[in-house]
């Protein structure tokens, strides 16, 4: 008679296969309003919110979230900021609703949000968090006629390298990681119950175009367009400055290298006349000499993310610009006719 044997939890634990890649953020409908209208109200001011549901496989599953109020740097407000995370989700969880947190939203202008500073909000999620995800919503752009959402995550490469805090050139390398590998953008797929379905299909005007897509074939893009290249220009003399440092640090590196040149032919010559007296030779390397003292290389993630900054404005600016053409062409076409 064939024997079974029972597993503890620990073992089972233990055992537990690893997690499939994140591939979809799953969004319920009204998740999205509720983000789009947090971020409107307050426009041009940045707001941020708490995102809430369930992580199941590769599908994170946004059901809930709700904003954060505005505060100020004060040590006294952040610990009212946090008791209020806790205290809104301890309501959530007596009413029955999903409480879990998954990750945050976010508002941006123009798409300016790659900074050091949401690096460490990953990071700091990440700790609590097994996979998290951050939704940046862009309210300016959104105007244009276009739903500005994405969902951002930060890559596995780069997680383990900003944990060992090394961003050289050769650690680098190592890694094979470059500007583009900072983040990944994960599809968002919006769902909706069959009721909400139903509903916004009773909902549907009789003519199927809507304020919307007016909205797409308004010609004035220069503002837009003006606010895109100065943001651009800011962050090209950002990289200038950036670059400087390295210009600076490979000229203290190269200057160094040649006083230890200078340093060891003078000590070679000084342990050839100690071997002519018959006298003990001295070592060649002395690390109290500050020569010898390495140089700290600059750390690249600055340079990284204002690259990767540089890379969306001039992809926003090749959109902007051609459906700027494409309607330009548009309206030619009709006053011909």
Not at 27 to 39: F, S, T
Not at 102 to 110: A, F
Request: glycine share 4%; charged share 25%.
């Amino acid at each position: 008679m064939a024997t079974t044997t029972t597993r503890s939890f620990l073992q089972v634990a233990a055992t537990e296969e690893a997690a499939p890649p994140l591939r979809v953020v799953q969004i319920e409908g009204l998740v999205i309003l509720k983000i789009i209208k947090h971020c409107k109200d307050h426009s041009p001011s940045l707001v941020t919110g708490q995102l809430l549901g369930l992580d199941v496989g590769s599908v994170l599953e946004v059901t809930n979230c709700f904003p954060f109020p505005m505060r100020e740097e004060d040590e006294e407000i952040e610990a009212d900021g946090a008791n209020y995370q806790l205290e809104m989700m301890r309501c959530l969880r007596e009413v029955n609703v999903d409480n879990n947190t998954v990750g945050w939203y976010q508002s941006t202008l123009l798409g300016s949000f790659q900074t050091v500073e949401l690096i460490e909000t990953f990071m700091n999620y990440q700790e609590n968090i097994r996979r998290c995800v951050c939704i940046i919503y862009d309210p300016s752009r959104s105007d244009q006629g276009v739903l500005a959402l994405k969902a951002l995550k930060l890559s596995d490469s780069f997680m383990e390298l900003y944990r060992s805090n090394n961003f050289t050139g050769e650690k680098l390398r190592e890694k094979n990681l470059s500007w583009v590998d900072i983040f990944e953008e994960i599809p968002i797929k919006v769902s909706n119950s069959a009721l909400i379905s139903a509903f916004m299909t009773e909902l549907e005007p009789d003519t199927p175009v809507t304020q919307c897509d007016y909205d797409r074939l308004q010609l004035s893009t220069s503002s837009l367009m003006e606010r895109n290249t100065e943001f651009l220009i800011e962050c090209m003399d950002d990289l200038s400055l950036e670059q400087q440092k390295f210009q600076f640090y490979y000229r203290s590196l190269s200057r160094q290298q040649a006083q230890q040149q200078a340093w060891l032919q003078k000590r070679r010559a000084e342990n050839m006349a100690r071997k002519a007296a018959g006298e003990e030779p001295l070592p060649e390397e002395d690390p109290s000499n500050p020569v010898f003292k390495p140089l700290p290389e600059p750390s690249r993630l600055e340079s990284f993310l204002i690259t990767n900054q540089i890379s969306n404005y001039c992809n926003q600016i090749n959109g902007v610009s051609g459906q700027s053409f494409n309607r330009l062409y548009l309206m030619k076409a009709l006053h011909e006719d």
